[in-house]
C-alpha cells in the first residue's frame, strides 16, 4: 500500500493496523471467513430438503417436522440481531470461534438426534451458532480491506452467501436420496473444524477493536438487558409468524395472532428504548441514516426475491411438472456457475461505478427474470425454468455487493459490528418475508382463481359440455366403454381445471415478486454517490 493510501484510508477511519489480516493476504482471510459463512447459509437450504426424511426418519407428520426449520431461524434471528454487540464485548475473533464451534457441535448433536424434540432443541442451539457468524465475517471483511477494496473482498464472500442456497437443494437431494437425513447434518463438522482452524492460525484481533473493547469494559459492562428481550422476543415472534403462519391460517389462528402482537409491541417499545440509551444492545439510530436505511431495505428485497422462488420453483416444478426433488435442484444449478463467474466482476466494478446504478441494472435484471416465469404453461422445458434463474443469477452479484459495500459508506470502524448485525438482520427476515408472501399468495391466488374457473365448469356451460363429449369420445377411441369414458373425462376435466389454477395462482406470485424488484430501483437511486478515487470518510 502506498503512502497516500495510507494516508486517505487512516483519514476514513482505517489503517493497515486496524487489520484483521495481520500480516496475511487480506484476500486470504475473506477465504477462509467465508468457509463457515457457505456451511451456515448452505444447511438452511438442505434442511428444507430434507424435510420429508427428517418425518419419516423420526416417525413424525410433516407439520411436527416443520419446527426443525422454525427453532433454527428464530434462534439465529435472534443472536443475529445483537451480535454486533456480542462482537464488540466479547472481542470479534472469539466471538467468531465461538459460534462456529457451538454450530460445529450442534450439528454433530443433530446427526445424531434420536427424536424430534432432541433435533429441534439442538438446531436451536445450531441457530444460536449460526446467527452471530455471518455479522462477525463481515465486519473481519471490513476491517481486512482499505475501503476501495471491499467490494472485491465482499465478491468472495458474496459467492457463499448467493450460492450456497442455490446448491443446496441439490445437494440436500443428492445426500438424503443417496445417503440419509443424517449426513445432512454431519458434512458440517469437518467444514466447522477446517473453519476454527484457518481462522484461529490467520485471522487476527485488530488493534484498533481491542481498544474499543478495553475502552467499553472500562467503564463498566453495562447490559441493555431490556433491549435484549426486546429484540430477542420482537425478531423471535416475528421469525415464528412468518414461519408458521400460512400453516395456521394466519390471523384465523390465535397462536398466531397472539405471537403477531407481542412481535409488534417489542419491536414498537424497542425504538425509544434504545434511541435513549447510551449503550444500545442494537444501534437502530443505523436505520434512520439514508444511505444504510436504503441499503437496509435493498437488502430485504434481495432475499425476498432469492430465497423465495428458491423455495417456489423446485415447488412449481415438482408437484406441477412431475419432476424429481434431484432434478428440481439441478434446474438451479446453472445459476449457480453464473453468479459465481460474475461475482469477481461486479466486485470489479463496485470500484468502478457508483453502487447505486449497479443496485439498479441487478434489480432491474432480477424483475426480468420474475417476469419471464409469468409466461409459464404446462408445457415449459427446463431450459425455460433454468434460464429464469439464470437471469436472477446474472442480477444477484450486482445487488448484493454494491449494497453491502454502500451499507459501511461513511461509517466509522467502531460501527461495523452494529451495521453488520443489522444488515444480516435485513438478509434474514427478508427471506422469510417472501416465502410467507409467495406461499400466502399462492393459496389466496389458488382459491380465487379455482372460483372464477368452476363457473365455467358446469353441466349447463356450452364449452364444458363440448369438452366432455370431446374427452368422452377420446377415451373411448382407447377402449373405455361409454360408461367409464364418461367418468375418466369427467376427472380428466378436474385435473385440467386444478393445473390451470395452480399455474395461474404461480403467475401472480411472480408478478408480486417482478413488483418487489422494480421497487428496490427507487431505493437505490436515492443512495449518495460514493468517492470512488478514495476511501469512503466517516462523519
Not at 19 to 26: D, I, K, L, V
Not at 113 to 128: D, E, M, Y
Not at 154 to 169: C, H, N, S
Request: glycine content about 10%.
Amino acid at each position: 500500500m502506498t503512502d497516500a493510501t495510507q494516508d486517505g484510508a487512516s483519514a476514513g477511519g482505517w489503517s493497515p493496523e486496524r487489520s484483521a489480516a495481520g500480516g496475511h493476504n487480506p484476500y486470504l482471510i475473506a477465504f477462509v471467513v467465508s468457509i463457515a459463512t457457505f456451511m451456515e447459509v448452505l444447511d438452511t437450504t438442505i434442511a428444507n430438503v430434507a424435510l420429508r426424511h427428517i418425518a419419516g426418519g423420526l416417525a413424525v407428520g410433516i407439520d411436527e417436522s416443520t419446527y426443525v426449520i422454525t427453532s433454527y431461524l428464530v434462534a439465529n434471528a435472534i443472536v443475529l440481531s445483537i451480535s454486533g454487540w456480542l462482537s464488540t464485548v466479547i472481542g470479534r475473533k472469539r466471538f467468531y470461534m465461538m459460534c462456529v464451534a457451538t454450530f460445529t457441535v450442534a450439528s454433530l448433536l443433530c446427526g445424531f438426534a434420536w427424536n424430534l424434540q432432541a433435533l429441534v432443541l439442538f438446531r436451536i442451539l445450531q441457530g444460536l451458532g449460526g446467527g452471530g457468524m455471518a455479522t462477525s465475517e463481515q465486519a473481519i471483511l471490513a476491517d481486512s480491506f482499505p475501503p476501495q477494496k471491499r467490494g472485491q473482498a465482499f465478491a468472495i464472500y458474496g459467492i457463499a452467501v448467493v450460492v450456497a442456497p442455490v446448491i443446496g437443494p441439490t445437494l440436500g437431494g443428492w445426500i438424503t436420496d443417496t445417503y440419509s437425513w443424517h449426513w445432512v447434518f454431519l458434512i458440517n463438522v469437518p467444514m466447522g473444524l477446517l473453519s476454527l482452524f484457518l481462522v484461529g492460525t490467520l485471522v487476527k484481533e485488530p488493534s484498533g477493536a481491542e481498544e474499543e473493547r478495553e475502552k467499553l469494559l472500562s467503564k463498566g459492562l453495562r447490559v441493555d438487558y431490556i433491549g435484549f428481550l426486546l429484540v430477542a422476543i420482537g425478531l423471535g415472534a416475528l421469525e415464528f409468524v412468518l414461519d408458521e403462519g400460512q400453516r395456521n391460517d394466519w390471523f384465523g389462528s390465535n397462536m398466531i395472532v397472539s405471537f403477531a402482537l407481542l412481535s409488534a409491541f417489542c419491536l414498537l417499545a424497542l425504538i425509544p428504548w434504545e434511541l435513549t440509551r447510551d449503550d444500545p444492545i442494537v444501534d437502530i439510530r443505523l436505520l434512520g441514516r439514508w444511505q444504510f436505511g436504503s441499503c437496509f431495505l435493498v437488502m430485504l428485497g434481495t432475499f425476498a426475491v432469492l430465497i423465495s422462488t428458491t423455495q417456489l420453483l423446485p415447488q412449481l416444478l415438482q408437484t406441477e411438472l412431475g419432476y424429481t426433488a434431484m432434478l428440481a435442484g439441478l434446474v438451479l444449478s446453472p445459476s449457480g456457475v453464473v453468479t459465481m463467474m460474475l461475482m469477481p466482476v461486479a466486485g470489479r466494478l463496485v470500484t468502478m461505478v457508483q453502487p447505486k446504478y449497479l443496485i439498479m441494472f441487478g434489480a432491474a435484471v432480477a424483475a426480468l427474470s420474475m417476469w419471464h416465469l409469468t409466461g409459464l404453461t404446462a408445457d415449459i422445458t427446463y431450459g425455460y425454468a433454468a434460464l429464469a434463474r439464470i437471469y436472477l443469477a446474472v442480477a444477484l452479484p450486482f445487488l448484493f455487493l454494491p449494497v453491502t459495500t454502500a451499507s459501511y459508506e461513511g461509517l466509522p470502524p467502531e460501527q461495523t459490528n452494529q451495521a453488520s448485525a443489522l444488515i444480516n438482520v435485513g438478509r434474514n427476515i427478508g427471506g422469510s418475508m417472501g416465502v410467507a408472501l409467495a406461499q400466502t399468495l399462492l393459496a389466496q391466488r389458488q382459491q380465487f382463481h379455482q372460483s372464477r374457473l368452476i363457473e365455467h365448469a358446469a353441466p349447463s356451460d356450452l364449452g364444458y359440455q363440448q369438452t366432455i363429449d370431446a374427452m368422452t369420445r377420446y377415451f373411448q377411441g382407447q377402449g373405455s366403454n361409454a360408461s367409464d369414458a364418461a367418468s375418466q373425462a369427467v376427472a380428466w376435466v378436474g385435473k385440467t381445471l386444478q393445473q390451470q389454477v395452480d399455474f395461474l395462482a404461480y403467475i401472480d406470485v411472480f408478478w408480486t415478486l417482478a413488483i418487489v424488484a422494480v421497487l428496490m430501483i427507487p431505493a437505490a437511486a436515492v443512495l449518495r454517490p460514493i468517492d470512488l478515487g478514495a476511501p469512503a470518510r466517516g462523519h
